[in-house]
């Protein structure tokens, strides 16, 4: 039932609803280049898309960070629904990197160029650092955050080894890193799959680790500490 509830209603609905909210997107970036109303353009369509889906989220741990503050947010990452998520429950404007090459693709390249959203070419490492330094320059001069997955894509199973990159990038922008756990996304819609389940997802926000006082030298112990932390997230959340 729930395997045809996906195909012939969840699937198109969502099509649809990225189709408007993505053009109204693009329309709105003629006249805010910024890129916070199209934020919050993409915070509703990500509203959107778990109601079609009937996917409901709640956030535990927001008490913990500062509502005007900046931070580097990393999580694990095991679905598509994963952002949605995220977009839902994060109170914050924020930007995350794509994939370079998604940058080219016709209207979805555009979107993000001009939602402010950062491109990495991980065939580079030059380029990598350009945009981890770009990355660090908008915290620190615009106080907007960053979102990252770590783990460089999606993953079928476990938590896997994380990337130097958020560590790097909240180091030279001066600003707390943390760490988030997204439990259920991966079991209602798993990577490779396009059956959506209804379920519920959990977004659980741990405690910032300040970086002020760290230089870059630090950034691989404190990647091997963010692992740590959204495995314990996310084992708690397990064992609750």
Excluded at 2 to 11: D, E, K, N, Q, V
Excluded at 55 to 72: H, I, K, Q, S
Aim: aromatic share 8%; glycine share 10%; proline share 5%.
């Amino acid at each position: 039932m729930s395997l045809l509830r996906s195909i012939l209603f969840s699937t198109p609905m969502i099509v649809l609803c990225t189709i408007v909210m993505g053009s109204l997107s693009l329309i709105d970036s003629f006249f805010d280049r910024t890129g916070n109303s199209q934020h919050r353009i993409a915070r509703i369509w990500a509203r959107m898309l778990l109601a079609v889906s009937f996917m409901r989220v709640r956030v535990e741990g927001l008490e913990r960070l500062d509502p005007n503050g900046a931070y580097v947010f990393v999580a694990n990452h095991g679905s598509f629904m994963d952002i949605p998520a995220l977009l839902t429950t994060l109170p914050y404007q924020f930007r995350f990197f794509a994939k370079k090459g998604l940058f080219s693709i016709p209207f979805l390249g555009t979107h993000l160029q001009r939602a402010g959203h950062l491109p990495v070419d991980r065939s580079s490492p030059r380029a990598s650092l350009k945009s981890m330094m770009e990355a660090a320059r908008i915290i620190r001069e615009r106080r907007i955050s960053v979102l990252n997955f770590p783990e460089g894509g999606r993953s079928l199973e476990g938590l896997h080894e994380f990337k130097e990159g958020p560590a790097y990038i909240a180091i030279k922008a001066g600003v707390p890193v943390v760490p988030v756990a997204i439990v259920g996304a991966r079991e209602l819609l798993p990577m490779g799959s396009g059956h959506l389940r209804a379920g519920s997802i959990v977004v659980r926000v741990g405690e910032p680790i300040a970086t002020e006082s760290m230089d870059t030298g630090e950034r691989m112990a404190l990647t091997l500490r963010l692992h740590d932390e959204v495995g314990r997230l996310l084992g708690m959340a397990e064992e609750g």
